[in-house]
């Protein structure tokens, strides 16, 4: 009996395929993140509140979590292939009606799917580097896709700004929209035919939920992005109100953190290879100590020293736990995929509403310490689930 090829984990990688997965990313979260900027032009010309405006990312959240969690049972027996250029396809048509609607709803709509894009995106991101890549190779593949994220984050946020005041909001959606039709043809062209997914069900959903080790995991990545995010939400506040940076200082300042967050996740690929358990721990350590020593020490050079190294450490989080489903759920990717995108999707939600109510109460520093507190339990249950694991099967992550 012969097996089919796509089946086969690869032996020599799919860099092509591998990039254009980073395009993919690029193309997702810039449109996700455009209303943050766009948020007061977007409200002023379709006669709606920046609130109203505002709930078009809450709506993409929404949409992911629920698509993370059906896009396997669902998808079964088809090609992963032809799942990833349907996402792309949405992508598209999303930014589309998104720059044409006078509508309100219309919008809303139009970012519904968006949500449904970046929720099976992710969901399927581990399983498909295990097609493309062998295993010594997949955290530095996983690498270059998580940099799309930082890419986006300064496509839409300081770049996307200024090019509105030049073009016009509705532009800047159909540039994203263009952006999705590259991203399309370089998949296309450049993804192998994927395998199919297995044992992707619902009963296979709550056995793994029954696994003690896989909930600690997922307890661990709830509370790593957590912990960054409660205090990534309010960043700029910080730099206006301790650093004392408007305009032009305030821009230069975001730009560094995207850079670096960028920086570290092209490093992940590297350090993640040679010492994945330590270093899960250890980045999760040193944002606790980061948070403590925000609290405690304000200077300029001190304080843009610590958010330039959050950025930089952060980059490393999502590479690690996408690596540590690849290492220990391979045959489940899918599944685990989903639930570790409900997981962050949750905790970012959660983070931001909880860090707003913290903020007005008592202000940043009450920010840096419930940070400082969600990473040691980050800390904990990482350790935890790596043990359990050990336990359960014989083998190290």
């Known amino acids: 009996m012969t097996v089919p090829s796509s089946d086969i984990p690869s032996q020599t990688p799919y860099w092509s395929a591998i990039l254009s997965l ?6 997702l979260i810039s449109a996700e ?87 099976g995106f992710w969901s399927l991101t581990s399983a498909v580097v295990l097609d493309l890549a062998p295993t010594k190779d997949v955290p530095r593949a996983l690498s270059i896709i998580y940099a799309g994220v930082s890419v986006a984050t300064i496509i839409s946020l300081p770049f996307a700004n200024y090019l509105a005041l030049l073009l016009g909001w509705r532009m800047i959606f159909y540039l994203a929209a ?23 069900n619902f009963n296979a959903i709550f056995a793994l939920t029954q ?27 910080f ?15 975001l730009l560094g953190f995207g850079v670096v967050n960028c920086l570290g996740t092209f490093v992940a690929g590297f350090i993640l290879n ?25 200077q300029i050079t001190a304080d843009l020293t610590k958010i330039m190294l ?40 959660l983070a931001a509403a909880i860090g707003g109510m913290i903020f007005d109460h008592y202000g940043l520093n009450g920010l840096f310490i419930a940070s400082a507190a969600i990473f040691i339990f980050a800390i904990f249950c990482t350790i935890i689930s790596f043990s359990l694991f050990y336990k359960a099967t014989g083998k190290h992550v």
Not at 211 to 237: E, K, N
Not at 278 to 298: D, E, G, K, R
């Open 211 to 237: 696994q003690p080790w896989v909930c600690f995991g997922l307890f661990a990545m709830f509370f790593s992005f957590s912990g960054y995010h409660i205090v990534f939400t309010y960043l700029r506040p």
């Open 22 to 27: 980073f395009m993919g990313v690029t193309c």
């Open 33 to 119: 993140f455009l209303p943050i900027s766009l948020l007061t032009p977007i409200a002023h010309d379709l006669h709606i509140t920046e609130g109203q405006t505002g709930q078009a990312v809450t709506a993409v959240g929404i949409f992911a979590v629920i698509t993370s969690l059906l896009i396997a049972p669902i998808s079964q027996k088809i090609n992963k292939k032809t799942l990833l250029l349907s996402f792309s396809v949405l992508v598209i048509f999303s930014n589309s009606i998104v720059a044409i609607t006078d509508s309100y709803y219309v919008l809303l709509l139009g970012r519904c799917l968006l949500g449904i894009c970046v929720g």
């Open 310 to 349: 959050w950025g930089f450490i952060f980059g490393i989080i999502p590479v690690g736990w996408s690596t540590w489903i690849t290492r220990t759920l391979a045959d489940r990717a899918e599944i685990a995929g989903g639930l570790m995108v409900a997981a962050i999707q949750f905790s970012i939600t």
């Open 274 to 298: 040679k010492s994945f358990r330590i270093t899960m721990i250890v980045i999760h350590v040193i944002l606790c100590i980061v948070a403590i020593f925000f609290y405690i020490n304000h």
């Open 239 to 253: 730099i206006e109100g301790k650093l004392h940076f408007t305009n032009n200082a305030l821009s230069l300042t």
């Open 178 to 200: 263009l952006l999705g039709v590259v991203t399309l043809i370089w998949q296309a062209i450049s993804l192998p035919q994927l395998s199919v997914s297995k044992n992707s």
